[in-house]
């Protein structure tokens, strides 16, 4: 699977880019601000719909687009078992008619940004739903902030599982999607259920059978990714020490079942009904009525998917806890890598890599490995300021792209 | 505001301001309007306003909105008494009497299950609803809430509260793939469900 070509329109930095991406590994290197991660999210936008580094989607908008309402379109098209997928997402301030009068005028008056956008997403020509964008482009994405994937907080951590699982199951993202909505409803009823005696308390019926049924959709998933994972973890040689591999297991409040990596294919969620599904369900189930009275006094739900977490233990230390900062950059590229191995294997095709400067932090033996890796990839992207962090031998089978100023000149320096 | 502007403008603003969908820009430009309109135009538009205040009212079995109590749908001898049909909003009666394919009757619940905004069991018509069936002509109650999560919430507590009436059916609109849709463009959930919900034929 490969990009072949990539069209930015008033996207961050770039006006205008049209760009044609070979099979194999692109270099891009350029100085600090280039261009170089946005042109690595606008890839990753293509793939799972959302940006790697914010929330705030207007910030994708250039700040000197001149239309109004603004907007940054990215078009991509996807090659893969020979078959062109056109994916387009198009993210647009909110219509002129409620914007912009309606917000607050600002001293400066090129200065003001409306606070909504809208987003579209076309496939082939087709407006679609943002959710079927999922699955069309599988890409991996590695940034030094990664480190945070260990070091960060838990929900760093269920954010690489939801992300991962988003883009081979899309009936996940919609599960998970109903859970939160679920979940806060929930959360409102116990709040009013605190407050206010005479709402009776049989109206949770509805929100904990549907709490339980999409949580345990949501973690059976999760259980097996971490059990594929870590098969795929094992496979990796050269990251991390023979004498402490890195390994994953799910963490919860609830007992629920840690299959090993054998009795746990991956199967879409789309198949529930299965034996772990029911088993975590039960388990789920319980939990909920032990945890009722401290739910009813905290009035908020203390069990369930969005509390989990995920243990990277390298040998038996939890890097989360123990690591330093050099052992748990090198546990995320290891998940990252068992990451890609898992869309392979589902897919049956590689994902494309968007490795973001990822190289200045690496020592020489595991740049080695990640050079070595882009080599097994359909395609790999990688940035970086100077051209030095890569082997002669990898630029000489990679393009080599130099950014300067959002414009690309192809290069022969090495 | 109110320093710049006579004060009946900046009140007209504010109450135009209140409405839905209606945010200051759009309140201020209709009040602009109203006022350089002929005294005539703006008699009617509250003439228009008072008499939706007064002569609208709920249906008292129903809780449609009508002129007259019963309204309607519940006079009408011609409908059949053994069905109802349980609604979201009385806007939703509208869409399904467009298809003239259901000849029942119809209960609005006012507003759907949903905890965040306030709206609990007892804010929706649910307790008149199960005195209605529990009076004994009704044989069987759709449960027509919108097909999402506060729809779907909704619909189960429906059920829940009629479950103790083992002799009345209770049914749920099906979901699943749009008439002159092509399956090709079907999103896989809706597809799911049409699975799911196949019929014989």
Known sequence: MRVTHLALTHFRSFSRLDLSLPIGSTVIWGDNGAGKSNLIESLYLLATSRSPYTSAEREMIDWHCPHRPAFARVIGRVLREGRVTSLEVLTAETDASTSPADFEPSPDPGMYRPATVRRKVVINGTPRQTGELLGHLNAVHFSPEEVELVAGSAERRRRFLDITLSQLDRQYVRTLRQYQRVLVQRNALLRHLRDNPAVSPSQLDHWDTEAVSLGAAIVAARIRAVARLNVHLALIDGIAPAAAPIRITYVSGVNFPNPSEGDAPFVRTIDVGDTLAEDVASRLRDAFARQRTRERAAAITLVGPHRDDLAVCAGVIDQRTYGSRGQQRTAALALKIAEAGLMREVTGEPPVLLLDDVMSELDPTRRAFVESLCADADQAIVTGTEAAVFSPAFRERSQTLRLEGATFHPTASR | ?201
């Open chain 2, 1 to 201: 505001m109110s320093a710049l502007m006579a004060e009946p403008i900046a009140t007209a603003i504010e109450a135009f301001g209140r409405m839905p969908g209606i945010g200051p820009k759009t309140a201020q430009r209709l009040a602009f309007y109203l006022l350089r309109q002929p005294r005539s135009e703006a008699e009617a538009l509250s003439r228009a306003v008072i008499e939706l205040k007064d002569l609208i009212r709920e249906c008292s079995t129903c809780f449609n909105l009508s002129e007259t109590d019963p309204c309607g749908i519940c006079a009408n001898d011609g409908r059949d008494r053994t069905a109802v049909c349980v609604v979201e909003e009385p806007l939703d009666i509208v869409a399904l009497e467009k298809t003239a394919s259901f000849k029942g009757l119809y209960h609005v619940l006012h507003g759907s299950f949903s905890p965040m905004e306030g709206v609990l069991e007892d804010d929706l018509r649910i307790r008149e609803l199960v005195q209605r069936v529990d009076a004994g002509a009704i044989e069987e109650v759709i449960v027509a809430t919108n097909a999402t999560v506060e729809g779907e919430a909704t619909a189960n507590l429906v059920r829940a509260r009629l479950r103790h009436l083992s002799a009345v059916r209770v049914t749920r609109l099906a979901q699943g793939l749009p008439i002159g849709s092509d399956i090709e463009y079907a999103d896989d959930y809706t597809l799911t469900r049409a699975l799911q919900n196949r019929t014989r034929l």
